[in-house]
């Protein structure tokens, strides 16, 4: 069973910020692609920044997790690990410009997961064996000629 992600409006999908000194200004984009998702049981699933559920929403989620088990063997809850990677460059009106290493922010939520149902089985089930009872066949009558 497929959990709904999406990032609020606290989650930017870029920031651009502007400096100046003297007579420079340099201006940092940062951006990213979308939502980093980990969890124990779990499996992440589409990609960028999803979609806000709300009631009578057609259709799958745009970023989801799913669990193949409860929480309950971590003690009632699945620690949910979300992560955004933010690539970064700059410019300068010096004629500066480059890039700048990558920011990751990353926040941990613990999500108590009641339920899991799990995907379909890739085997096949084997056929069942019919098991059918048939009538035994008396026994020949056996005699029994002593020896003279």
Same mark, same amino acid.
């Given at each position: 069973m497929?959990?709904?992600?999406?990032?609020?409006?606290?989650t930017? /999908?870029?920031?651009?910020?502007?400096?100046? !000194?003297g *007579?420079?200004?340099? =201006?940092i984009t940062? @951006?990213? +692609?979308?939502?980093?998702?980990?969890?124990?049981?779990?499996?992440?699933?589409?990609?960028g920044?999803g979609?806000a559920?709300h009631?009578?929403m057609?259709?799958?989620?745009?970023?989801?997790?799913s669990f193949?088990r409860?929480?309950?063997?971590?003690?009632? /809850?699945?620690?949910?690990?979300i992560?955004v !990677?933010? *690539?970064?460059?700059? =410019?300068a009106?010096d @004629?500066? +410009?480059g890039?700048?290493?990558a920011?990751?922010?990353?926040?941990t939520?613990?999500?108590p997961?009641?339920e899991?149902k799990p995907?379909?089985?890739?085997?096949t089930?084997p056929?069942?064996?019919?098991?059918?009872r048939?009538?035994?066949?008396?026994r020949?009558?056996?005699?029994?000629?002593?020896p003279q």
């Open positions: 497929d959990t709904w992600v999406w990032a609020t409006g606290q930017p /999908t870029s920031v651009t910020a502007t400096a100046t !000194a *007579s420079t200004t340099a =201006t940062a @951006g990213s +692609s979308g939502l980093q998702l980990s969890a124990p049981d779990g499996k992440a699933s589409c990609t920044f979609i559920w009631s009578g057609a259709g799958g989620p745009a970023r989801a997790i193949n409860s929480s309950a063997h971590l003690g009632g /809850t699945t620690p949910l690990t992560k !990677a933010y *690539s970064a460059s700059y =410019t009106t @004629g500066n +410009s890039t700048l290493p920011i990751t922010t990353t926040n939520i613990n999500l997961v009641a899991s995907s379909p089985p890739t085997t089930t056929p069942k064996l019919a098991l059918t048939t009538r035994r066949q008396p020949p009558k056996h005699t029994h000629n002593p």
